[in-house]
Protein backbone atom coordinates (compact mmCIF):
# COMPACT_ATOMS: atom_id res chain seq x y z
CA UNK A 1 0.00 0.00 0.00
CA UNK A 2 1.57 3.30 -0.98
CA UNK A 3 1.75 6.28 1.79
CA UNK A 4 -0.48 8.42 0.35
CA UNK A 5 -3.06 5.70 0.76
CA UNK A 6 -2.20 4.53 4.38
CA UNK A 7 -2.47 8.33 5.65
CA UNK A 8 -6.04 9.08 3.36
CA UNK A 9 -7.20 5.52 5.16
CA UNK A 10 -6.32 6.69 8.60
CA UNK A 11 -7.38 10.34 8.30
CA UNK A 12 -10.64 8.61 7.52
CA UNK A 13 -10.42 6.57 10.92
CA UNK A 14 -8.85 9.77 12.65
CA UNK A 15 -12.04 12.25 11.68
CA UNK A 16 -13.70 9.34 13.90
CA UNK A 17 -11.68 9.56 16.77
CA UNK A 18 -11.87 13.69 16.71
CA UNK A 19 -16.33 13.15 16.33
CA UNK A 20 -15.73 10.78 19.39
CA UNK A 21 -12.89 13.61 20.90
CA UNK A 22 -15.22 16.22 20.30
CA UNK A 23 -18.65 15.16 21.52
CA UNK A 24 -17.46 13.42 24.49
CA UNK A 25 -16.21 16.80 26.09
CA UNK A 26 -19.37 18.63 24.41
CA UNK A 27 -21.60 16.39 26.70
CA UNK A 28 -19.43 15.57 29.55
CA UNK A 29 -18.50 19.14 30.70
CA UNK A 30 -21.63 20.04 31.41
CA UNK A 31 -23.15 16.92 32.41
CA UNK A 32 -19.97 16.81 34.80
CA UNK A 33 -20.90 20.19 36.14
CA UNK A 34 -24.46 18.40 36.91
CA UNK A 35 -22.97 15.45 38.55
CA UNK A 36 -20.52 17.74 40.76
CA UNK A 37 -23.74 19.70 41.90
CA UNK A 38 -25.68 16.45 43.02
CA UNK A 39 -22.83 15.06 44.45
CA UNK A 40 -22.40 18.37 46.80
CA UNK A 41 -26.30 18.25 47.40
CA UNK A 42 -27.50 18.30 50.95
CA UNK A 43 -29.98 16.04 49.91
CA UNK A 44 -28.68 12.49 51.34
CA UNK A 45 -30.19 9.91 48.66
CA UNK A 46 -29.12 12.23 45.67
CA UNK A 47 -25.74 12.61 47.34
CA UNK A 48 -25.40 8.85 47.79
CA UNK A 49 -26.33 7.86 44.26
CA UNK A 50 -24.07 10.08 42.44
CA UNK A 51 -21.35 8.96 44.99
CA UNK A 52 -21.84 5.10 43.55
CA UNK A 53 -21.92 5.91 40.06
CA UNK A 54 -19.00 8.03 40.22
CA UNK A 55 -17.40 5.10 41.98
CA UNK A 56 -18.37 2.90 39.35
CA UNK A 57 -16.86 4.91 36.76
CA UNK A 58 -13.53 5.67 38.12
CA UNK A 59 -13.54 1.71 39.88
CA UNK A 60 -14.25 -0.02 36.48
CA UNK A 61 -12.50 -0.17 33.25
CA UNK A 62 -13.45 2.38 30.74
CA UNK A 63 -13.09 -0.78 28.13
CA UNK A 64 -15.59 -3.08 30.13
CA UNK A 65 -18.00 0.06 30.40
CA UNK A 66 -18.07 0.40 26.45
CA UNK A 67 -18.84 -3.24 26.59
CA UNK A 68 -21.69 -2.96 28.70
CA UNK A 69 -23.37 -0.20 27.69
CA UNK A 70 -23.22 -1.84 23.72
CA UNK A 71 -23.54 -5.09 24.96
CA UNK A 72 -25.63 -4.63 27.79
CA UNK A 73 -28.88 -3.76 26.75
CA UNK A 74 -29.53 -6.99 24.95
CA UNK A 75 -27.81 -9.35 27.50
CA UNK A 76 -29.73 -7.90 30.28
CA UNK A 77 -33.07 -6.18 29.13
CA UNK A 78 -33.29 -7.98 25.80
CA UNK A 79 -33.65 -4.77 23.82
CA UNK A 80 -32.20 -4.45 20.39
CA UNK A 81 -27.92 -3.66 20.15
CA UNK A 82 -27.58 0.54 20.23
CA UNK A 83 -25.92 1.72 17.39
CA UNK A 84 -21.68 1.36 17.75
CA UNK A 85 -21.01 5.17 17.60
CA UNK A 86 -23.60 5.65 19.68
CA UNK A 87 -22.83 3.44 22.25
CA UNK A 88 -19.33 4.68 22.24
CA UNK A 89 -20.58 8.33 22.96
CA UNK A 90 -22.58 7.24 25.72
CA UNK A 91 -20.08 5.43 27.68
CA UNK A 92 -17.20 7.73 26.70
CA UNK A 93 -19.76 10.85 28.20
CA UNK A 94 -20.84 8.68 31.22
CA UNK A 95 -17.15 8.12 32.13
CA UNK A 96 -15.58 11.66 31.86
CA UNK A 97 -18.33 13.45 33.34
CA UNK A 98 -17.46 11.45 36.57
CA UNK A 99 -13.86 12.61 36.59
CA UNK A 100 -14.81 15.87 35.43
CA UNK A 101 -17.09 16.23 38.27
CA UNK A 102 -14.73 15.48 41.00
CA UNK A 103 -12.39 17.80 39.23
CA UNK A 104 -15.29 20.37 39.87
CA UNK A 105 -15.76 19.87 43.18
CA UNK A 106 -12.28 20.32 44.15
CA UNK A 107 -12.53 23.43 42.19
CA UNK A 108 -15.85 25.04 43.43
CA UNK A 109 -14.67 24.03 47.14
CA UNK A 110 -11.51 25.59 47.30
CA UNK A 111 -13.00 28.38 46.37
CA UNK A 112 -13.00 30.98 49.72
CA UNK A 113 -16.02 31.29 51.64
CA UNK A 114 -15.72 34.96 51.82
CA UNK A 115 -16.43 34.99 47.83
CA UNK A 116 -19.82 33.72 49.16
CA UNK A 117 -20.10 36.00 51.62
CA UNK A 118 -19.10 39.11 50.11
CA UNK A 119 -22.12 38.23 47.34
CA UNK A 120 -24.49 37.65 49.72
CA UNK A 121 -23.84 40.92 51.20
CA UNK A 122 -24.32 42.52 48.29
CA UNK A 123 -27.50 41.14 47.56
CA UNK A 124 -26.46 38.98 44.98
CA UNK A 125 -29.15 35.72 44.20
CA UNK A 126 -27.27 32.15 44.67
CA UNK A 127 -27.60 31.61 41.09
CA UNK A 128 -25.70 35.03 40.37
CA UNK A 129 -23.48 34.41 42.71
CA UNK A 130 -22.29 30.67 41.43
CA UNK A 131 -22.75 31.95 37.72
CA UNK A 132 -21.15 35.48 38.07
CA UNK A 133 -18.64 34.80 40.74
CA UNK A 134 -17.84 31.31 41.55
CA UNK A 135 -17.81 29.75 38.10
CA UNK A 136 -14.89 32.23 36.37
CA UNK A 137 -12.53 31.55 39.60
CA UNK A 138 -13.29 27.44 39.36
CA UNK A 139 -12.87 27.61 35.82
CA UNK A 140 -8.84 29.35 35.88
CA UNK A 141 -8.08 27.01 39.32
CA UNK A 142 -9.06 23.38 37.19
CA UNK A 143 -8.13 24.21 33.82
CA UNK A 144 -4.92 22.37 34.66
CA UNK A 145 -6.68 18.74 35.69
CA UNK A 146 -8.96 19.73 32.43
CA UNK A 147 -6.24 19.48 30.22
CA UNK A 148 -4.73 16.36 31.73
CA UNK A 149 -8.43 14.75 31.35
CA UNK A 150 -8.80 15.82 28.06
CA UNK A 151 -5.43 14.68 26.96
CA UNK A 152 -6.21 11.40 28.22
CA UNK A 153 -9.58 11.42 26.21
CA UNK A 154 -7.72 11.75 23.21
CA UNK A 155 -5.68 8.39 23.74
CA UNK A 156 -8.84 6.92 24.95
CA UNK A 157 -10.78 6.94 21.79
CA UNK A 158 -8.71 4.25 20.62
CA UNK A 159 -10.50 2.01 23.33
CA UNK A 160 -13.74 2.37 21.15
CA UNK A 161 -12.29 -0.63 18.80
CA UNK A 162 -13.20 -2.41 21.43
CA UNK A 163 -16.85 -2.51 20.00
CA UNK A 164 -15.38 -2.22 15.88
CA UNK A 165 -15.93 1.57 15.58
CA UNK A 166 -13.84 2.37 13.16
CA UNK A 167 -11.59 4.94 14.81
CA UNK A 168 -8.51 5.47 14.02
CA UNK A 169 -6.66 2.43 16.12
CA UNK A 170 -9.03 0.02 14.27
CA UNK A 171 -8.57 1.10 11.06
CA UNK A 172 -4.86 1.18 12.20
CA UNK A 173 -4.72 -2.19 13.41
CA UNK A 174 -6.62 -3.65 10.57
CA UNK A 175 -4.21 -2.03 7.93
CA UNK A 176 -1.05 -3.44 9.47
CA UNK A 177 -2.60 -7.10 10.23
CA UNK A 178 -3.27 -7.31 6.63
CA UNK A 179 0.03 -5.56 5.33
CA UNK A 180 1.80 -7.39 7.72
CA UNK A 181 3.42 -4.34 8.82
CA UNK A 182 3.89 -2.20 11.77
CA UNK A 183 4.08 1.09 9.57
CA UNK A 184 0.21 1.81 10.10
CA UNK A 185 0.87 1.90 13.89
CA UNK A 186 4.08 4.28 13.87
CA UNK A 187 1.61 6.26 11.12
CA UNK A 188 -1.54 6.14 13.97
CA UNK A 189 0.95 7.21 16.54
CA UNK A 190 2.41 10.39 14.76
CA UNK A 191 -1.43 11.01 14.42
CA UNK A 192 -2.05 11.05 17.96
CA UNK A 193 0.87 13.11 19.11
CA UNK A 194 0.14 15.92 16.67
CA UNK A 195 -3.48 16.05 17.99
CA UNK A 196 -2.58 16.24 21.30
CA UNK A 197 -0.19 18.88 20.40
CA UNK A 198 -2.66 20.80 18.56
CA UNK A 199 -5.25 20.47 21.71
CA UNK A 200 -2.66 20.80 24.21
CA UNK A 201 -1.49 24.21 22.67
CA UNK A 202 -5.31 25.54 22.65
CA UNK A 203 -5.20 24.50 26.40
CA UNK A 204 -2.48 27.04 27.61
CA UNK A 205 -3.70 29.41 25.21
CA UNK A 206 -6.91 29.30 27.47
CA UNK A 207 -4.87 28.86 30.45
CA UNK A 208 -2.58 32.17 28.97
CA UNK A 209 -5.86 34.21 28.42
CA UNK A 210 -6.80 33.38 32.14
CA UNK A 211 -3.58 34.91 33.64
CA UNK A 212 -5.44 38.68 33.43
CA UNK A 213 -6.17 37.45 37.45
CA UNK A 214 -4.59 35.60 40.42
CA UNK B 1 -34.82 57.70 63.70
CA UNK B 2 -33.46 54.53 64.40
CA UNK B 3 -31.61 52.78 61.75
CA UNK B 4 -30.49 49.04 63.21
CA UNK B 5 -32.25 47.59 66.06
CA UNK B 6 -30.76 44.49 68.09
CA UNK B 7 -32.99 43.02 70.64
CA UNK B 8 -31.89 40.27 73.26
CA UNK B 9 -30.20 38.39 70.43
CA UNK B 10 -28.94 34.92 71.23
CA UNK B 11 -26.61 32.80 69.49
CA UNK B 12 -24.53 29.05 70.29
CA UNK B 13 -22.90 26.81 68.18
CA UNK B 14 -23.21 23.65 69.28
CA UNK B 15 -22.54 23.94 73.12
CA UNK B 16 -20.94 26.79 73.26
CA UNK B 17 -22.88 29.97 73.56
CA UNK B 18 -21.41 32.96 72.07
CA UNK B 19 -23.97 35.67 72.67
CA UNK B 20 -25.88 35.57 75.40
CA UNK B 21 -28.61 38.37 75.09
CA UNK B 22 -27.13 41.09 73.34
CA UNK B 23 -29.48 44.69 72.66
CA UNK B 24 -28.01 47.44 70.78
CA UNK B 25 -29.10 50.41 68.80
CA UNK B 26 -27.84 52.53 66.16
CA UNK B 27 -29.33 55.88 65.42
CA UNK B 28 -28.69 58.01 62.26
CA UNK B 29 -25.85 59.25 61.81
CA UNK B 30 -24.35 57.66 64.86
CA UNK B 31 -20.58 55.61 64.59
CA UNK B 32 -20.69 52.56 67.35
CA UNK B 33 -17.46 50.95 67.77
CA UNK B 34 -17.74 47.39 69.50
CA UNK B 35 -14.27 46.47 71.23
CA UNK B 36 -13.36 43.38 73.36
CA UNK B 37 -10.89 40.61 73.43
CA UNK B 38 -11.07 38.08 70.61
CA UNK B 39 -13.64 35.20 71.26
CA UNK B 40 -15.63 37.55 72.95
CA UNK B 41 -18.53 37.28 70.70
CA UNK B 42 -18.36 40.83 68.40
CA UNK B 43 -17.49 39.34 64.89
CA UNK B 44 -20.92 36.90 65.44
CA UNK B 45 -22.67 39.63 66.33
CA UNK B 46 -21.78 41.90 63.23
CA UNK B 47 -22.27 38.39 61.21
CA UNK B 48 -26.12 37.89 62.82
CA UNK B 49 -26.77 41.63 62.41
CA UNK B 50 -25.04 41.31 58.22
CA UNK B 51 -27.67 38.10 57.84
CA UNK B 52 -24.62 36.35 57.51
CA UNK B 53 -25.29 33.83 60.84
CA UNK B 54 -28.67 33.00 61.61
CA UNK B 55 -30.09 34.29 65.18
CA UNK B 56 -31.10 31.60 67.58
CA UNK B 57 -33.56 34.48 69.67
CA UNK B 58 -33.99 37.80 69.29
CA UNK B 59 -34.98 40.45 66.82
CA UNK B 60 -33.37 42.58 63.83
CA UNK B 61 -34.98 45.27 62.68
CA UNK B 62 -33.55 47.79 59.67
CA UNK B 63 -35.22 51.21 59.82
CA UNK B 64 -38.09 49.91 61.42
CA UNK B 65 -38.29 47.19 59.48
CA UNK B 66 -37.89 43.17 60.76
CA UNK B 67 -35.60 41.22 59.25
CA UNK B 68 -36.01 38.82 62.48
CA UNK B 69 -39.00 38.58 64.83
CA UNK B 70 -39.46 36.34 67.67
CA UNK B 71 -41.95 33.26 66.78
CA UNK B 72 -44.51 32.34 69.17
CA UNK B 73 -41.85 29.76 71.10
CA UNK B 74 -39.24 32.02 71.34
CA UNK B 75 -37.08 30.81 68.67
CA UNK B 76 -36.27 33.87 66.05
CA UNK B 77 -37.97 33.93 62.54
CA UNK B 78 -36.33 35.37 59.61
CA UNK B 79 -38.36 37.52 57.58
CA UNK B 80 -39.62 36.04 54.43
CA UNK B 81 -37.09 35.73 51.26
CA UNK B 82 -38.33 38.81 49.53
CA UNK B 83 -38.10 40.86 52.52
CA UNK B 84 -34.36 40.17 53.59
CA UNK B 85 -33.50 40.83 49.71
CA UNK B 86 -34.95 44.21 50.53
CA UNK B 87 -33.36 44.57 53.97
CA UNK B 88 -29.79 43.52 52.72
CA UNK B 89 -29.86 46.68 50.45
CA UNK B 90 -30.58 48.08 53.57
CA UNK B 91 -26.72 47.96 55.15
CA UNK B 92 -23.20 47.22 53.52
CA UNK B 93 -20.31 45.13 54.97
CA UNK B 94 -16.28 45.78 54.90
CA UNK B 95 -14.64 42.62 55.20
CA UNK B 96 -11.48 42.24 57.50
CA UNK B 97 -9.56 40.57 54.70
CA UNK B 98 -11.69 42.13 51.32
CA UNK B 99 -13.15 39.70 49.69
CA UNK B 100 -12.68 41.56 46.61
CA UNK B 101 -13.80 39.59 43.48
CA UNK B 102 -10.11 38.52 41.77
CA UNK B 103 -12.01 38.25 38.12
CA UNK B 104 -13.09 41.38 38.32
CA UNK B 105 -11.59 44.76 37.67
CA UNK B 106 -11.19 47.57 40.47
CA UNK B 107 -14.37 49.62 38.86
CA UNK B 108 -16.32 45.97 38.21
CA UNK B 109 -15.35 45.00 41.18
CA UNK B 110 -17.47 48.97 42.22
CA UNK B 111 -19.98 48.43 39.94
CA UNK B 112 -20.92 44.86 38.97
CA UNK B 113 -23.86 44.73 41.95
CA UNK B 114 -25.60 47.47 41.28
CA UNK B 115 -26.03 46.71 37.71
CA UNK B 116 -26.39 42.70 38.49
CA UNK B 117 -28.59 43.62 41.75
CA UNK B 118 -29.97 47.18 41.47
CA UNK B 119 -30.35 46.91 37.87
CA UNK B 120 -28.85 50.28 37.17
CA UNK B 121 -27.37 51.38 33.71
CA UNK B 122 -23.95 50.46 32.99
CA UNK B 123 -23.17 54.44 32.20
CA UNK B 124 -25.10 55.30 35.69
CA UNK B 125 -23.14 52.36 37.29
CA UNK B 126 -19.71 53.74 35.56
CA UNK B 127 -20.18 57.17 37.15
CA UNK B 128 -21.15 56.21 40.61
CA UNK B 129 -18.30 53.73 40.15
CA UNK B 130 -15.73 55.94 39.29
CA UNK B 131 -17.39 58.70 41.22
CA UNK B 132 -16.61 56.36 44.65
CA UNK B 133 -13.04 55.66 43.29
CA UNK B 134 -12.25 59.04 43.43
CA UNK B 135 -13.06 59.92 46.59
CA UNK B 136 -10.68 56.86 47.59
CA UNK B 137 -8.06 58.17 45.83
CA UNK B 138 -8.32 54.96 43.33
CA UNK B 139 -8.96 56.58 40.17
CA UNK B 140 -5.59 55.55 38.34
CA UNK B 141 -6.38 51.71 39.75
CA UNK B 142 -10.01 51.56 37.64
CA UNK B 143 -9.06 48.70 35.56
CA UNK B 144 -6.29 47.25 37.56
CA UNK B 145 -7.01 44.21 39.21
CA UNK B 146 -7.19 43.40 43.31
CA UNK B 147 -3.98 41.56 43.16
CA UNK B 148 -2.01 44.19 41.65
CA UNK B 149 -2.97 46.91 44.54
CA UNK B 150 -1.36 46.81 48.05
CA UNK B 151 -3.31 45.54 51.08
CA UNK B 152 -4.67 48.83 51.98
CA UNK B 153 -5.85 49.94 48.78
CA UNK B 154 -7.59 46.81 48.09
CA UNK B 155 -9.69 47.59 51.52
CA UNK B 156 -10.38 51.15 50.15
CA UNK B 157 -11.91 49.47 46.98
CA UNK B 158 -14.18 47.05 49.16
CA UNK B 159 -15.45 50.12 50.69
CA UNK B 160 -16.13 51.53 47.64
CA UNK B 161 -17.85 48.45 46.41
CA UNK B 162 -20.10 48.39 50.06
CA UNK B 163 -21.04 52.48 49.09
CA UNK B 164 -21.29 52.15 45.89
CA UNK B 165 -25.04 50.35 47.24
CA UNK B 166 -25.76 53.59 49.27
CA UNK B 167 -26.30 51.70 52.53
CA UNK B 168 -27.99 52.76 55.62
CA UNK B 169 -25.67 51.50 57.45
CA UNK B 170 -22.15 50.53 56.87
CA UNK B 171 -20.70 47.68 58.91
CA UNK B 172 -16.70 47.29 59.67
CA UNK B 173 -15.13 44.05 60.74
CA UNK B 174 -11.66 44.43 61.96
CA UNK B 175 -11.26 46.60 58.20
CA UNK B 176 -7.26 46.76 59.24
CA UNK B 177 -6.27 43.87 61.14
CA UNK B 178 -4.69 41.98 57.75
CA UNK B 179 -2.95 45.11 56.70
CA UNK B 180 0.68 46.13 57.56
CA UNK B 181 0.98 48.76 60.35
CA UNK B 182 2.09 51.26 58.28
CA UNK B 183 -1.07 50.63 55.92
CA UNK B 184 -3.73 50.87 58.78
CA UNK B 185 -3.79 54.74 58.83
CA UNK B 186 -5.38 55.24 55.09
CA UNK B 187 -8.21 52.91 56.41
CA UNK B 188 -8.95 54.80 59.67
CA UNK B 189 -8.93 58.01 57.44
CA UNK B 190 -11.39 56.91 55.16
CA UNK B 191 -13.37 56.41 57.75
CA UNK B 192 -13.07 59.33 59.77
CA UNK B 193 -13.92 60.76 56.41
CA UNK B 194 -17.22 58.93 56.16
CA UNK B 195 -18.28 59.86 59.71
CA UNK B 196 -17.66 63.50 59.30
CA UNK B 197 -20.17 62.89 56.05
CA UNK B 198 -22.30 61.68 59.22
CA UNK B 199 -22.37 57.93 57.27
CA UNK B 200 -24.07 55.46 59.90
CA UNK B 201 -21.50 52.97 60.90
CA UNK B 202 -20.64 49.82 63.13
CA UNK B 203 -16.99 48.95 63.24
CA UNK B 204 -15.57 46.15 65.06
CA UNK B 205 -11.83 46.72 65.87
CA UNK B 206 -8.82 46.70 67.50
CA UNK B 207 -7.85 50.09 67.51
CA UNK B 208 -8.64 51.58 70.61
CA UNK B 209 -7.30 54.99 70.23
CA UNK B 210 -9.15 54.94 66.65
CA UNK B 211 -12.21 53.76 68.25
CA UNK B 212 -12.03 56.49 70.80
CA UNK B 213 -11.76 59.58 68.07
CA UNK B 214 -13.74 58.13 65.61
CA UNK B 215 -16.67 56.87 67.76
CA UNK B 216 -19.95 58.48 69.30
CA UNK B 217 -20.44 55.61 71.31
CA UNK B 218 -18.41 52.74 72.38
CA UNK B 219 -19.46 49.31 73.39
CA UNK B 220 -17.46 46.91 75.13
CA UNK B 221 -18.36 43.13 74.23
CA UNK B 222 -16.74 40.32 76.91
CA UNK B 223 -17.86 37.03 77.31
CA UNK B 224 -20.77 37.04 74.68
CA UNK B 225 -22.42 40.33 76.76
CA UNK B 226 -22.17 43.98 76.45
CA UNK B 227 -20.03 44.57 79.87
CA UNK B 228 -19.97 48.48 79.57
CA UNK B 229 -21.20 50.78 76.62
CA UNK B 230 -21.27 54.52 76.55
CA UNK B 231 -19.62 57.33 75.24
CA UNK B 232 -15.40 57.02 74.47
CA UNK B 233 -14.63 59.54 77.18
CA UNK B 234 -16.81 57.32 79.69
CA UNK B 235 -15.70 53.56 78.28
CA UNK B 236 -12.90 54.16 77.11
CA UNK B 237 -10.73 57.37 79.47
CA UNK B 238 -13.10 56.56 82.55
CA UNK B 239 -14.28 52.70 82.38
CA UNK B 240 -16.28 51.53 85.40
CA UNK B 241 -15.94 48.09 84.89
CA UNK B 242 -12.78 45.57 86.01
CA UNK B 243 -13.01 43.29 82.74
CA UNK B 244 -13.19 46.67 80.74
CA UNK B 245 -9.86 48.08 82.68
CA UNK B 246 -7.84 45.04 82.54
CA UNK B 247 -9.12 44.64 78.74
CA UNK B 248 -7.79 48.53 78.16
CA UNK B 249 -4.74 48.25 80.43
CA UNK B 250 -3.32 46.01 77.61
CA UNK B 251 -3.20 48.38 74.55
CA UNK B 252 -1.34 51.99 75.17
CA UNK B 253 -3.11 54.87 75.64
Known amino acids: MEFTVL ?4 AEGMWVSVEIFLLTLLFSLPLGLLVALGRMSRNL ?6 KFYISIMRGTPLILQLMVVYFGPYFIFGLPTP ?23 GGIESIDVGQYEAAQVLGY ?12 QVIKRILPAVTNEVITLIKDTALAFTISVSEMFTVAKAIASAQSSVLPFVAAGIFYYVFNFIVATIMEW ?7 FR | ?3 LEIRNLRKSFGDLEVIKDISLEVEEGQVVAIIGPSGSGKSTLLRCATLLETMDAGELIYLGEHAVRTGPDGKAVPAPPGQLKKIRGYFGLVFQNFNLFPHFSVIRNVTDALITVQKKSKEEALAIGRDLLKKMALSDKENAYPYQLSGGQQQRVSIARALALNPKVLFFDEPTSALDPELTGEILKVIKDLAAENMTMVIVTHEIAFARDVADHIVFIDGGVIVEEG ?3 QVINNPRNERTRAFLSRFER
Open chain 1, 7 to 10: VAKL
Open chain 1, 45 to 50: ILKNVI
Open chain 1, 83 to 105: NRFLATIVGFVLNYAAYFAEIYR
Open chain 1, 125 to 136: SRSQTFIRIIMP
Open chain 1, 206 to 212: IEKKLDY
Open chain 2, 1 to 3: MKY
Open chain 2, 231 to 233: PPE
